[in-house]
């Protein structure tokens, strides 16, 4: 089998558009929680903590000499982002969580099909009435 016919199997796999598919939904997904955060969340937690934007917080390290720019430590920037990865992870696995929680609801209403003892049993008497 080449090459090209193992990379064109590859590709056409459920599992692989599946994954893509969920790629391009989970980068949108996360633009909206990420908007939703910097709209919503982060006014509010700054109305509660007095008005602070920790988007804007730094910690200059080496002041601004010479010319040179102050070397500067953005980690106000750095928080903003860590607290919508949590935001968006939280969202993720509530819809994961809703979607395993269908498909248990959807196993559990499917009837289940006789067991292979029960086959080999009905072949065994369909056969005996032969």
Not at 43 to 65: C, N, Q
Not at 69 to 92: C, P, R, S
């Amino acid at each position: 089998m080449g090459m090209m016919q193992e990379f064109k199997e590859f590709a056409v796999k459920g599992n692989v558009v599946d994954m893509a598919v969920g790629l391009v939904i989970g980068a949108a997904f996360g633009k909206i929680v990420s908007t939703f955060v910097s709209s919503f969340v982060t006014p509010l937690v700054g109305y509660l903590t007095g008005g602070v934007d920790f988007s804007k917080r730094t910690l200059e390290l080496i002041p601004a000499m010479d010319g040179k720019d102050a070397l500067v430590m953005k980690w106000g920037e750095f928080f903003q982002v860590t607290f919508d990865f949590v935001i968006i992870a939280f969202a993720i696995f509530l819809v994961v969580k809703a979607i395993n929680s269908a498909k248990k609801k959807e196993e559990a209403a499917a009837p289940a099909g006789p067991s292979a003892e029960e086959k080999l049993l009905m072949e065994i008497r369909d056969a005996l009435k032969k």
